[in-house]
């Protein structure tokens, strides 16, 4: 079955520099890459996805890239601001046929003001 | 829409004890699911459904009895509660290609 691999486990930045969080997926079929943010005591929301037919996508101050060679998907954080402190999830699924979304273990993510 | 219910939001169980978690949806999403979160180890899937009538399971299957009797309704069964199973629970429902809506989850402590 698919599994999900995310680093770092934590990430501290300083207000206004960049952060990075990487992920990788073992299967090969895997085709709808999300990205969830959780701030503290609430319920997991998305944030940006990407399909495997694109291999960037951005939103903003988020961007996605996927290398679906590598199986390797990142999520890009520029201009960080206090506000942007949460736990961030990747996962993997299949889009058609109802199967199962597979999370990375998360990352917290600390920015300093 | 409310989106996805779950009911309770807290809960605290003796070990041995059984109970049900609640979880519905009024967003007529065929895919449901639940998850147990732990500190540092992420969102891992307990059981997932595709539709009424259909279950399987996910990644930590073992002590948990779902069913899916109705598009709405995804209850979570604990047989027979274990300290291990002490998490945050949150069940969360999808369409095809689409996003998971997640409920505000239980936390459950089991002594």
């Known amino acids: 079955g698919e599994n999900v691999e995310q680093h770092p486990s934590t990430l501290s930045v300083q207000e206004g520099d960049s952060a990075v969080i990487k992920c990788t997926y073992s299967d090969s079929a895997s085709n709808y890459f999300p990205w969830y943010k959780q701030e503290l005591g609430k319920r997991p929301q998305l944030i940006i996805d990407?399909?495997?037919?694109?291999g960037e996508k951005k939103d903003q101050r988020i961007a996605v890239t996927l290398n679906k060679t590598a199986k390797h998907f990142s999520l890009h954080i520029t201009e960080t601001q206090p506000e942007d402190s949460a736990v961030y999830f990747c996962?993997?699924?299949?889009?058609?046929?109802?199967?199962?979304?597979?999370f990375g273990a998360g990352t917290r993510l600390f920015v300093k003001a | 829409n409310a989106g996805v219910t779950q009911t309770p939001k807290f809960q605290v169980l003796k070990t041995g004890q059984s109970m049900t978690l609640q979880c519905a949806q009024d967003?007529?999403?065929?895919?449901m699911s639940w998850y147990r979160q732990d500190p540092g180890m992420g969102l891992r899937l307990i059981h997932y459904?595709?539709?009424?009538?259909?279950?399987d399971q996910g990644e930590v299957p073992n002590g948990y009895n779902v069913s899916r009797s109705t598009t709405e309704d995804f209850p979570l069964r604990l047989l027979s509660a274990a300290p291990s199973q002490t998490s945050v629970y949150f069940c969360?429902?999808?369409?095809?290609?689409?996003?998971?809506?997640f409920g505000s989850g239980t936390q459950l402590s089991v002594l």
């Open positions: 990407i399909r495997s037919n694109v």
């Open positions: 459904s595709v539709g009424a009538g259909i279950t």
């Open positions: 967003m007529n999403h065929e895919y």
């Open positions: 996962a993997a699924s299949i889009i058609a046929g109802g199967f199962k979304t597979i």
């Open positions: 969360a429902s999808r369409q095809d290609g689409e996003k998971l809506f």
